[in-house]
């Protein structure tokens, strides 16, 4: 039976949703540990002990350097669990260590990946989503980056208490890379953009305006997405970019509205469940991948939506 | 100027010749390999090469004896990668060509790509783009900061270099927070889309470029085994490769007053609301 390492660069006392797919994904696993490059509180220790993992791995951050603390960790834990399945998140910095582990312990990274088999078989996204592809490790040790909204959050069941265990680090060199500042971003309300069910999303249609997105994003509980011009366009944080070089989503339902469709936009969103496009212009390629296209002006669109569904739920 | 600020920096931008993001991409269902014709150099790579540009051209420029070699692995057209960079402003050109890198995956070209930058003397910085639009893994350069002991500063969206501390500063988006980050040389850098504006290659540039010498080398000529690259020297081995069922064509609707509730319609029928 194979045995899974899930590694968290952070765990806060409840896990984010693609924390807990990537529970899920290890406790189908004969063996799973978690391993967190932080102390993991009591009541996280309660979550993961909720998908049946009665062994956890942690170490304190010291905070020095950029990075270097979270290497080690991983490092440390496939060392201390000889695991041949690691977990982790698809995140760019989640990938670098993985990454990097790959090259210091022979071992494969698959990145983009939906799945895992029994047999360690990864099934991945090739091509922005255009192919899916499999892939094994060669060396005995495969380090799966999983991509948020691929599984589906099942708690399996209680191992009672996990049992925690320090990890104990070897002397860390002067760190590489410092850290000069800080920015915290404002925390939202909604759900995170790569994690969300429902995203709403718009472009340079938008026209410095996305009160109506808002709307109905309150409404649905959505995300909000934007294309590369609306972010470059100083409309909204760079953070809501979705595409090739901003966040990839695949959720239930992905609302464009005012997104002509370049290809850089469709890598991050094609593979969404079900696509809804609002566009003034019928030949914008963003209807060839929509399940339903609306030809019109997305002010009076989505204003109208937003209050049509609120007027069900009344 | 400092006597630090002419100190001549000795950097490798890496480059990719990858197939053109605006066609359709198709991996072959013999080899599962991509097919790689109508290719062109990675969009993302050519923030790279601006990062570079710009940071000789703020330090004194290549009269003060800084180096950019644009480099490259791949067969034979790849070398076009090269050239797009050297049209930019890159001051020579590198190309491992070698029959056995094909099938290579990221850690093989990891491999590859540390032992071709070890091929060039006393390199300080090595700067890429944030991930290639093929394989789109964003490894590459974490791997190469570990092979080769520098530094890692990745996924910069705006970087400035200290030249008499001959130090980068870059921020970074990261997790909910943007930090800012800095080290000293050498190091692997690589470059998202907010770092700057590439240049396009003008006349002159085109012209300039006809008389800059590309070096081919082999991998015996950078030290490494036909077995430590390819498919050999991958970790990874790929199964099946599948494209995806086209999406089914939708329905395409013109408002004339009520789409908003056919939208809501649609959502109530997909159970969605
Ligand atoms: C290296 C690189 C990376 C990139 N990465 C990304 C990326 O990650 N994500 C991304 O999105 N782009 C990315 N791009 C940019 C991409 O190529 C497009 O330029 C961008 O997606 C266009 O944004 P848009 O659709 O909002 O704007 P446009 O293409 O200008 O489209 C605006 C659309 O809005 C419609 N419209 C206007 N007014 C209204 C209205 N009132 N109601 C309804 N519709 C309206 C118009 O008909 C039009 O179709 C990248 C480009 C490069 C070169």
């Known amino acids: 039976m194979s045995s899974a390492l899930v590694f968290f660069t952070d765990l806060s006392a409840a896990p984010g949703k693609a924390q807990r797919e990537l529970l899920t994904l290890a406790s189908r696993f004969g063996t799973a540990v978690v391993a967190a490059a932080t102390e993991i509180s009591a009541e996280a220790r309660e979550a993961i002990a909720g998908y049946g993992i009665g062994t956890a791995l942690q170490a304190a951050n010291p905070g020095r350097g950029f990075g270097e603390h979270e290497l080690a960790v991983l490092d440390a834990a496939l060392q201390h669990t000889d695991a041949d399945l690691v977990l982790l998140g698809n995140d760019s910095f989640s990938r670098e260590l993985g990454a990097r582990i790959a090259v210091r312990r022979n071992a494969a990274i698959v990145t983009d990946v939906i799945d895992v088999s029994a047999e360690l078989i990864a099934t991945k996204d090739e091509l922005a989503g255009s192919y899916t592809a499999s892939a094994k490790s060669t060396t005995g040790v495969l380090i799966a980056a999983v991509k948020p909204n691929s599984i589906e959050d099942a708690p399996a069941g209680s191992a009672g208490t996990v049992q925690v265990t320090d990890l104990v680090l070897g002397d860390a060199a002067a760190p590489k890379v410092s850290i000069v500042a800080v920015e915290e971003k404002v925390a939202s309300e909604r759900p995170s953009l790569s994690e969300a069910r429902v995203v709403v999303a718009g472009g340079r249609g938008v026209d410095g305006d996305f009160g109506p997105l808002e709307d109905l994003a309150d409404a649905l509980g959505a995300a909000i997405g934007a294309s590369r011009a609306a972010t470059d ?82 | 100027m400092s006597d630090a600020s002419t100190t001549p920096l000795t950097i ?82 590198l190309h491992l060509n070698d029959a056995a890198l094909a099938g290579s995956d990221a850690v093989a070209t990891s491999k590859a790509l540390a032992a071709l930058v070890r091929h060039v003397p006393n390199v300080d910085l090595v700067v890429t783009g944030m991930a290639s639009t093929d394989a789109e893994t964003s490894v590459v350069p974490a791997q190469l900061a570990e092979l080769l002991g520098f530094a890692q500063l990745t996924h910069a ?8 501390a001959r130090e980068l500063t870059v921020d970074r988006e990261h997790l909910n927070q943007r930090v800012t980050l800095k080290a000293g ?45 390819g ?24 408002d004339s007053g009520d789409a908003g509730i056919a939208l809501v319609d649609f959502l109530a029928a997909q159970k969605l609301i």
């Open chain 1, 233 to 314: 366009a100083g409309w909204i944080s760079h953070d809501a970019q979705v595409g090739q070089t901003g966040v990839t989503v695949s959720p239930q339902l992905y609302i464009s509205a005012g997104i002509s469709g370049a290809i850089q936009q469709k890598a991050g969103m094609q593979t969404s469940k079900y696509i809804i496009a609002v566009n003034k212009d019928v030949d914008a390629p963003v209807f060839d991948i929509a399940d339903l296209g609306i030809v019109g002006d997305l002010a009076k669109v989505l204003p109208q939506a937003a209050a049509e569904i609120r007027r069900r739920r009344a």
């Open chain 2, 231 to 254: 498919a050999e020297g991958s970790t990874t081995s790929v199964l099946a490769a599948e494209q995806r069922p086209a999406r089914p064509a939708g329905t395409i609707i013109h």
């Open chain 2, 157 to 164: 969206a705006s970087v400035a270099f200290d030249a008499s």
């Open chain 2, 12 to 93: 490798v931008v890496l480059v990719k010749h990858v197939p053109d993001v605006q066609f359709d991409r198709h991996i072959d269902q013999e080899s599962l390999r991509l097919d790689r014709s109508e290719s062109v150099l990675s969009e993302l790579d050519e923030y790279a090469v601006e990062a570079a540009l710009a940071l000789v051209e703020d330090n004194g420029g290549f009269a003060a004896g800084h180096q950019v070699i644009a480099a490259t692995m791949g067969a034979g057209s790849s070398v076009n990668s090269v050239k797009k960079a050297l049209q930019m402003g890159a001051s020579s050109g």
């Open chain 2, 185 to 229: 040389l050498p190091a692997v850098l690589s470059v998202t889309d907010q770092a700057n504006d590439p240049r396009y290659p003008n006349f002159k540039g085109i012209m300039a470029a006809k008389k800059k010498s590309i070096e081919e080398v082999d991998l015996a000529g950078i030290g490494l085994a036909a077995q430590e690259v």
